[in-house]
């Protein structure tokens, strides 16, 4: 087991690569059988994945542009493989279904950040770059911080920062952008490719420079990493005066902790026009509470597929429809985006009727599909042209 | 397929979790069965493994702590467990084998990036901290950054800049750091955590504040994965020819695009005096060659658990020793590192004979163990100290 996870090491592959005095630095890792290339994207658009399981009796494909699953077929190698029908250019989650074992692609480095579960990413790009694509434009940075967190963890940031920002020595806003139950602070880096939308809208003059900072959303996992203690309770069961702590957990975090964090170490503007703060799902829940309960630190606020009940804005939140006109002075944008399969949809569509019944103002954006990170990156590139006008 | 990889969800959960108001922006994931807390390290510091698996009929746990596969058992839940006898404090890639499948485990967000295999980490505490743990102390950061590379690619680094980098606008040496065949360039910082090594090193007053840049060490699969073309050949099966045009890339890469965008970004002292290369593995290997055919840009060569030929030496690099004299001025610092076990060991001792029989000057270090990324971790810690004296 010293040398990775094939302890078989062939002794032909070491004699071929000791050929013209190159030897064994050329085997860092022992061989691992043939070659995979997966995914592989065709030029029409199909994709073929790959999976090397010589012993496997049944593999198949599970991947979110397909509703069902997908057989797959071995090869003389081992190799188990499955072509699909053009695929609509997006990014992707799938995984392998490996005699009834959920595996990642082991071919594939791009992955889904996750507590929970693991999966592949397949970036199927479009005739033209999409908006989450690389493009030759300006890039910005991505940064993985540390900050003193709540009862004495450490926090960990992923922070973007705008293409120039160690050049140009000015101040710019910043969104707290916050990710879903069992996410982590990595997933809106690596599955939303939001360090791609903002290069790609920068470039092209849609949206201002900014800052993006992504962090982790689960309080109560950190502190029982760092601290030890009880056993974390699932994050997604949850009973309600849990749900309460958690969702005043983050937001005392985020407003008390990661907030002066980043103004002192970031070059930032630091009033409440130059906040905005959205997250998906979960975060988008605790993006309003935490929104709705500083109305002075935060001018824009993005609910991508989440809400808040009439129940819970009527009882912790009552200032937000009965004050309207304060509510709508004080919030320069109030964005709310679900889709149409949303096993959300319903509540989403009760908050925007409850904010139209308050008189409260919001733009909301209703699409196709359901709560995938698919339509997390369209949300993303919708509202950042709206923040910070 | 909308809403993640478990489509059952579950009507007692999702009512349990609309008490109080508190509905639906909880269930962002549907729920996932019971809880997993995978692993766990116990104060003993044995490890409590964890996968839930129902209908699986054989689990094994793969820990590179151990020689061999650990049997784990199932509990009514169908979670499979196994607790490990205590463990040496380090940390360990390991993985699962369901029923013969390899996977990582889901329920933990420490994963091994790599090309080829997929594994999990666990991060066994000292009783007091480890050189590569996260302490208190400040905290350098991690960049993700792109870069024009070869063949009108756009490259991928990660950068470490070291505490106070923002804020002391002083210049600063740089270490450039190769991982291993197979690896990424996020592999010295998930599985190295060479950030923490600096970190703890910097503030213990044992290593000058540097930055660390962490490129990719595949060029050809940059290219295949950017602009088509060939499929590309197996990293891991050379034949020569293939081996001298992809170091030679890699060494054309790192001098002629990384360097000058490092230099042009960062603030970076730009002599050969404050310029060190390392590498482990390939990466090793990536650094010989490249610090050998650019004798006046590199004045601190570290070599991880690899080695070149007397053959490679006395063919393509034969001033090395042939004058030991101007080698000596040249070089501050020539590391060759291994460890016993090591599949690579035979060649690293000749290796060194080689240097020393040339009388060039060397530094070394023997540990115990394999190719692994516990030596490499103790390498780094070792050599940083070291650079820039």
Chains 1, 2 share one sequence.
Not at 30 to 48: A, C, F, H, I
Not at 307 to 329: A, V
Request: hydrophobic share 35%; proline share 7%.
């Amino acid at each position: 087991m010293k040398v990775g996870y094939h302890p078989t090491r062939s002794k032909r592959s070491l004699l071929a690569g000791c050929l013209f005095g190159l030897c064994t630095v050329a085997f860092g890792q022992p061989p691992r059988g043939p070659l995979v290339v997966s995914p592989q994207v065709n030029t029409d658009k199909s994709v073929t994945f790959r999976y090397l399981a010589p012993k496997a009796t049944d593999v198949k494909l599970s991947a979110q542009f397909e509703k069902g699953l997908l057989a797959m077929t071995k090869d003389a190698q081992g190799i188990w493989s499955v072509t699909t029908p053009p695929v609509k250019p997006d990014i992707y989650p799938y995984s392998f279904q490996v005699d009834g074992v959920t595996v990642m692609d082991p071919a594939n480095v791009a992955f889904f950040p996750n507590e929970r579960f693991k999966a592949s990413l397949v970036d199927i790009p479009g005739d033209t770059p999409l908006i989450h694509s690389l493009q030759d434009v300006p890039h910005g940075s991505v940064n993985y911080e540390y900050y003193p967190s709540v009862a004495g963890t450490t926090g960990s940031l992923v922070v973007y920062t705008p293409p120039g920002y160690d050049k140009n020595l000015v101040k710019y806003p910043v969104f707290y952008l916050i990710s879903g139950t069992t996410d982590t602070e990595e997933t809106f880096f690596k599955v939303g490719r939001t360090n791609l939308i903002l290069d790609n809208l920068i470039a092209a003059g849609r949206a201002k420079p900014m800052i993006v900072v992504m962090p982790y959303g689960n309080i109560e996992a950190r502190i029982t990493e760092q601290k030890g203690g009880a056993k974390p309770t699932d994050p997604t069961v949850r009973d309600g005066a849990d749900a309460v702590k958690r969702a005043n957990d983050f937001g005392e975090d985020l407003t008390r902790n990661v907030i002066p964090y980043i103004e002192g170490n970031y070059r930032t503007i630091t009033n409440e026009e130059s906040r905005a703060i959205g997250g998906f799902s979960r975060g988008g829940g605790q993006t309003l509470r935490t929104a709705f309960s500083n109305m002075d630190k935060f001018a824009w606020v993005c609910s991508y597929s989440s809400y808040l009940s009439p129940q819970e804005m009527n009882g912790s939140f009552s200032q937000i429809g009965g004050n309207p006109d304060r509510t709508n002075k004080q919030l320069k944008l109030l964005w709310v985006s679900v889709g149409s399969d949303d096993f959300l949809y319903k509540g989403t569509v009760e908050f925007m009727d409850y904010m139209k019944a308050k008189k409260v103002a919001y733009k909301s954006l209703v699409t196709d599909g359901g709560h995938t990170w698919m339509n997390v990156k369209t949300y993303v590139a919708d509202t950042v042209p709206l923040l910070f006008r």
